[in-house]
């Protein structure tokens, strides 16, 4: 019998190969079980999948994984089209809770998994501290905040608020009250009643806007209801309501009708004859949610719930002192409380130049520092003080002995800082030195500590900027009694002259990252002097209490009422619910300020505003740092990130650089409505850095009058060298035509200190 190649042929047991062909190909008895062998090939419980193995070009790394359709196919045949998608996302569910479950319960702390993906916790604190420095807070008046405290710091009774009024007896009886809920989230008021003040200039004098009432207090709850970002409230209204409550729309209220709901400015007086019903406390049941056994199988965790920093243990409990007492202002025995000075503060590092200038002369312009009085005469008020903190040389550098005098022989000298040292001004502005060491040395939290971390002293945000030994390296000479010093140097002469101020630093490559005192430009950036006043403010407001401002920052009206708040707070980072501390308060030595910097000096002494936003968050005491709406401070920052802008403020800036070089479409603005019509009702400006830029390129130099002529003619000569100071006369021909927003306000607050007009409170300076 003739062969063919399309006869089954025999396999070598005898028997027929019934799989394929002798041409190799597969041979099935009929169509069906054809489509059977491929269905079943293809629904395999596992998929090859090839990857590419890196730097290695020529081989691919194969991996087996799960088949998503043989999953999908068996659903599919056990439960049908429409319930088996839904059972199958239900197992996936399942399984992830129980993985996560059995990871929580049973894992070791260090492992656990974070709720919060991608960033570690920062806490260190346990619950009971957590508890004690609310309390602490609260009972020293820093909580004068109707707003709750969350439910995770597991209060088991609502604490006195001696900073609130009490509330007055209910109408409902008792029987008809919610139950209180397994946790205290609220405070007791126990303190004096609120006045709310309509603020108005009366006629006929209507010029200017009335100075704030002595004592008064701005509720910043209130505030918080007209000017939330989060809640969809607009700069524009903000803005509006903040100056309508303090009267600064003198003569020209337009709106009508009752306006009690724009009141936000109040003054404490005595008890009225009504009480919080609860006389005492009221234990809650189950005040913290119930307790996980620990690992090792004993007593119930107290600080269940809580997300612990990876490999720490829990700080020791943290030591506070008694908390104060809050006393209104109408009961002080003298109008400045020691306990809450009216210090603001600034850090500079390297030559003074226009920009700290300008911050000093809004202070002055603006804060009720009682230059409208001759010498001799009182003020009976608190007069603010401005403390501006001078860094002589390289952030990263150690001061010499004679810093301090070398520091007032060059403020001395130059011509923005001189005026400053004139009599008139030293009890309310003094210049003071900086000294890393000195500074951390007064921190009992950080003292015997924080020299661990020299090598990463400098530190933004988890990014280390390494310094060598010998620039970090503690001095051997420290400057001695620097506080009669400074008394003595502080109301020297302003046209005094002196040498120029060495630093002692090496100058030789000063566009060094370590080598930079202040930026000069956008590419040569003084990144660490940055860092260190990320630090620098906490310090200084946690050792002398008061306020910090960035060095870019303007005043527009006086911080009267924010001073009445005795509260901690900063602004909000713009669009994001994380802190600005371009300014921040705090009170001296206060619990919130102990945490900050043991939980600091676990987390590296990082003080970012980022950073600092984590440590407040993963320990729940967000709101003993309140993060006021960013309208208060910094009212372009929403429009120059895209925000807001179908109804901006006045005026409307889309970028910073803006206030330096004022669009042509709206350089008219300007000199048409002045200081006024500059964000008016905002606490103050932050014009975010541009340090490099003049306020007034076309006159820049201190233009203060005759009493400062010898500065003016050295700064006048830097700025124009070819023209002799002696020789040159000032022509309008020679100005810009259209003047920006930052020159109107330099101008404005020298016309001030000449005596050409008076503050925006309508008061003469008197010499």
């Keep these: 019998m003739a062969s063919s190649n399309y006869f089954t042929p025999q396999r070598g047991n005898g028997f027929l190969d019934k799989s394929r062909l002798a041409n190799s190909l597969p041979t099935y008895s009929s169509a069906v079980s054809e489509k059977m062998h491929r269905h079943s090939r293809s629904m395999s419980w596992t998929v090859p999948v090839s990857v590419p193995i890196p730097g290695v070009r020529s081989r691919r790394l194969r991996l087996l994984m799960p088949n998503p359709n043989r999953v999908r196919q068996i659903s599919f045949s056990h439960f049908g089209r429409r319930r088996g998608p839904i059972l199958l996302c239900v197992v996936l569910i399942a399984s992830v809770v129980t ?8 894992g070791a702390e260090e492992k656990q998994w974070t709720t919060n993906f991608g960033e570690s916790s920062t806490l260190v604190f346990g619950r009971d501290d957590l508890q004690r420095i609310w309390k602490w807070e609260i009972d020293s008046g820093h909580y004068p905040s109707n707003a709750k405290i969350p439910e995770q710091v597991g209060l088991s009774s609502p604490p006195l608020n001696p900073a609130l009024p009490p509330r007055k007896v209910p109408t409902i009886p008792s029987r008809f009250r919610p139950p209180p809920g397994p946790v205290a989230t609220t405070t007791r008021g ?22 704030p009432v002595p004592g008064s207090v701005a509720d910043l709850d209130i505030i918080m209801d007209h000017c939330d970002f989060s809640q969809g409230k607009y700069v524009r209204d903000c803005l509006e309501v903040l100056r309508i409550g303090a009267g600064l729309d003198n003569g020209n209220r337009l709106r009508r009708g009752e306006m009690d709901e724009w009141k936000y400015i109040y003054m404490e007086q005595e008890k009225e004859n009504f009480t919080d019903p609860f006389t005492d406390p009221i234990p809650l049941a189950n005040p913290i949610a119930p307790p996980r056994p620990l690992a090792s199988g004993g007593e119930a965790d107290p600080n269940a719930g809580l997300r612990k920093k990876v490999g720490v243990d829990w700080e020791t409990q943290l030591p506070l002192r008694a908390p ?6 109408s009961s002080l025995p003298a109008p400045c409380d020691p306990e809450n000075p009216r210090l603001f503060h600034m850090f500079w590092t390297g030559p003074f130049t226009d920009k700290p200038y300008l911050a000093l002369l809004s202070f002055l312009f603006t804060q009720n520092v009682g230059l409208h009085l001759k010498d001799g005469d009182t003020l009976n008020v608190c007069r603010p003080e401005f403390w501006m903190w001078i860094n002589p040389g390289p952030a990263a550098s150690v001061p010499n002995p004679s810093a301090l005098s070398d520091m007032y022989e060059g403020l001395k000298t130059n011509p923005w800082a001189a005026p400053f040292l004139h009599h008139r001004f030293k009890d309310v502005i003094k210049f003071k030195l900086w000294n890393t060491t000195d500074q951390l040395d007064g921190i009992p939290e950080l003292k015997d500590e924080w020299r661990e971390l020299r090598e990463t002293l400098f530190n933004s945000g988890g990014h280390i900027v390494s310094v060598p030994a010998e620039k970090s390296q503690s001095k051997s000479a420290e400057v001695s009694s620097t506080s009669a010093i400074e008394d003595s140097t502080n109301s020297t002469d302003a046209d005094s002259s002196a040498k120029p101020s060495p630093t002692g630093e090496n100058k030789s490559d000063e566009d060094d990252m370590l080598n930079r005192t202040g930026s000069k430009s956008s590419s040569s950036y003084d990144r660490l002097s940055v860092i260190l006043s990320d630090m620098a403010r906490f310090v200084l407001c946690h050792r002398f209490g008061g306020i910090y401002l960035d060095a870019d920052t303007i005043f527009l ?3 009267e009422e924010l001073w009445g708040w005795k509260g901690a707070f900063a602004y909000r980072w713009s669009r994001l619910e994380k802190y600005n501390t371009a300014v921040l308060r705090m009170n ?11 939980t600091a000096l676990k987390n590296g002494l990082d003080f970012h505003p980022m950073t600092v ?8 005491l967000e709101g003993l740092l309140l993060r006021l709406p960013d309208a208060m401070f910094d009212s372009a920052w929403l429009n120059t990130e895209y925000y807001q802008r179908e109804r901006p403020p006045q005026p409307y800036f889309q970028e910073f650089s803006d206030f330096f070089d004022t669009p042509a479409q709206a350089s008219a603005a300007p000199q048409a409505l002045g200081f006024e019509g500059f964000f008016q009702g905002a606490f103050s400006y932050h014009f975010h850095n541009f340090w490099w830029k003049p306020f007034d390129p076309s006159r820049n130099w201190p233009d203060l009058g005759p009493k400062f002529l010898a500065g003016e003619r050295a700064a006048r000569a830097a700025a124009e060298p070819d023209i002799d100071p002696e020789d040159a006369t000032d022509r309008v021909a020679d100005d810009k035509r259209d003047l920006d927003w930052a020159t109107v306000l ?9 005596g050409e007009r008076p503050n925006m409170y309508g008061e003469w300076l008197q010499w």
């Excluded at 303190?191 to 200017?208: E, F, H, I, K, T």
């Design 99 to 106: 993985v996560c479950s059995f990871a929580r319960r049973f």
């Design 324 to 329: 104060l007492q809050h006393t209104p202002y």
């Design 613 to 620: 936003s984590r440590y407040t968050k993963d320990a729940y």
């Design 588 to 598: 001296k030595n206060s619990a919130l300020g102990s945490f900050l910097f043991r």
């Design 746 to 754: 330099k101008r404005t607050f020298e016309s001030y200190i000449r």
């Design 190 to 211: 126990d303190g004096p009643r609120r006045v709310y003040l309509d603020v108005q200039s009366q006629p006929l004098n209507v010029a200017y806007p009335p100075r």
């Design 557 to 559: 009206r006086d911080w």
